[in-house]
């Protein structure tokens, strides 16, 4: 297969089960990495908001990781975490992400991050359905899927 898998959509979750093994759990990985990620590059920028960013540190947080999310979602469709764990977002086409579709998809996981429930829905949702979906990825039609399957 091809780098830039585009059969008409996302591959078949029973026919190629290979793009969509483990996940779950590359994804959760995936997440605590970022994480980690954003909360250093928070540190790192507060000098250059005169420290006055601790005053309201995590609304600058929440700020700088839609930014780090969007970007690296755009650049290539995953995050620096998504790319160690060796997983990428794909849209309803089977496409990477392009600036727009990262944008939805950082403003949908922000407002699940911001409702607690949801963020628990998601997180269900990606253990149980056969894609691995989380619910933004379920309204966007989106999924992510193992590199390494493409190869």
């Known amino acids: ?40 590059l928070s540190i790192l920028l507060t000098p250059l908001t005169l420290f006055t960013s601790l005053l309201w540190f995590p609304l600058f947080y929440l700020c700088v ?26 849209d309803a086409g089977g496409d990477r992400f392009d600036l727009a579709g990262a944008g939805l998809h950082t403003i949908g996981y922000t407002a699940s991050v911001l ?14 359905t056969a894609r691995g979906q989380g619910l933004t990825d379920l309204v966007l039609g989106s999924a992510a899927i193992n590199r390494a399957a493409l190869d």
Request: charged share 20%; proline share 5%.
């Open 115 to 128: 409702m607690f429930p949801l963020q628990l829905i998601s997180a269900a949702l990606m253990i149980g």
């Open 65 to 90: 990781g839609m930014a780090y999310r969007t970007a690296t979602i755009a650049r290539w469709s995953g995050t620096p975490g998504m790319r160690l764990m060796s997983i990428e977002l794909r």
């Open 1 to 40: 297969m091809s780098e830039t898998y585009n059969h008409g959509g996302l591959p078949d979750p029973f026919r190629d089960a290979d793009f969509y093994r483990d996940t779950a759990v590359k994804r959760a990985l995936a997440w605590v990495v970022d994480v980690i990620a954003i909360t250093v």
